[in-house]
């Protein structure tokens, strides 16, 4: 069993932490927040006071930052300085693909194997060990990432070189909201059609407009008793975060030269939503803004 230095202890770092510690790994924990570390210490692992003493003695390092800013300045003036060489390190953060890559090559540079592994899943999958994990990165440094990755998720998948994973994260999410919103257009045209809900997801449930936001996170209540539309759109997945992963795609579209009309468009509605106040709701709650009864 190893040491790992576990770096972010919010909402999903925190369950993934607990995982590796159940799995019999010695954690070392660190948040700026020293609520969030006492919570990991009562999750068992041994709690430290910074990153660079988390890192000292570790064998691997998983980062779950909010931001690319953030992932530069704790791998730069933290984890590079004080990590042992030859320190596997694994981000699975959400960021920009361009940080990806260059924290991936600083690392590969001073000797360090390191994997970009953004997750699909929320709370409740970090909790669980349910997560999906894409894997950007060498394959040497994969095949190391795999065994501990596996520990708090049920897939991991390489993707491909540094920054494919947060590149697959960022596809996955722009095609995501671009669905949901059209199974929410589909449901207010319905309404005004007369037409039954819970038939109309009878029938496109095996039809053609069969989808993921249909048929697993159905944005309207009571065809599907477990989606977010059935508690008032509670998160499940919040639309800051939705908002977050669109500004990450359009910004990787512009860069690349993408032509991405509607993703940009879904990044427009879900700005408009956060807008009229549903941040903190679940993103399948933009089906109120598109049928008119957010009331905010
Ligand atoms: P969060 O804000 O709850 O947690 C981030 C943690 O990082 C905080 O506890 C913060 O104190 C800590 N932190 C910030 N700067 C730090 C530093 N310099 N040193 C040490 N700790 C520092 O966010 P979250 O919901 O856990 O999300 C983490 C990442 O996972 C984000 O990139 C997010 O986009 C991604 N993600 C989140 C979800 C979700 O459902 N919450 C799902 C998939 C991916």
Not at 82 to 92: E, F, I, V, Y
Not at 104 to 122: L, M, T, Y
Not at 142 to 149: C, N, S, T
Not at 242 to 261: F, I, R
Request: glycine share 12%; net charge negative; hydrophobic share 45%.
């Amino acid at each position: 069993m190893s040491h790992i230095a576990f770096i972010g202890l919010g909402n999903m770092g925190s369950g993934m932490a607990a995982n590796l510690a159940k799995a019999g790994h010695t954690v070392h924990a660190f948040d700026l927040s020293p609520e969030a570390v006492k919570r990991a210490e009562a999750a068992g692992a041994r709690g430290v006071d910074s990153a660079a003493t988390a890192v000292a003695n570790a064998e691997a390092v998983v980062t779950m930052l909010p931001a690319g800013k953030h992932v530069r300045a704790v791998y730069e003036n933290e984890i590079f300085p004080n990590a042992k060489p030859g320190t596997l390190m694994m981000d699975c953060s959400t960021i920009d693909v361009a940080t990806a890559r260059s924290v991936g090559e600083a690392a590969a540079e001073k000797g360090f194997h390191f994997v970009d592994a953004p997750v699909s899943g929320g709370v409740a999958a970090a909790e669980g060990g349910t997560l999906t994990f894409m894997v950007g990165g060498p394959e040497a440094a994969f095949k190391k990432a795999e065994d501990y990755l596996s520990k708090m998720g049920k897939a991991v998948i390489h993707a491909g070189d540094a920054g494919t994973g947060q590149a697959a994260k960022i596809c996955n999410n722009m095609l995501l909201a671009i669905h949901m919103i059209g199974t929410c257009e589909a449901f207010a045209l319905a309404d005004k059609l007369g037409l039954d809900r819970q038939k109309f997801f009878d029938i496109a449930s095996k039809a053609s407009g069969q989808n993921w936001s249909l048929t697993s996170y159905c944005p309207v209540p009571g065809p599907l008793p477990t989606s977010a539309a059935n508690r008032d759109y509670t998160p499940g997945f919040a639309t800051a975060m939705m908002l977050k992963d669109l500004k990450l795609a359009m910004d990787a579209a512009a860069t690349a030269g993408a032509s991405t009309p509607l993703g940009a468009q879904a990044e427009a509605l879900y700005a408009m939503f956060d807008g009229l106040g549903g941040r903190e709701k679940d993103f399948s709650g933009i089906f109120k803004m598109i049928d008119g009864s957010w009331r905010g």
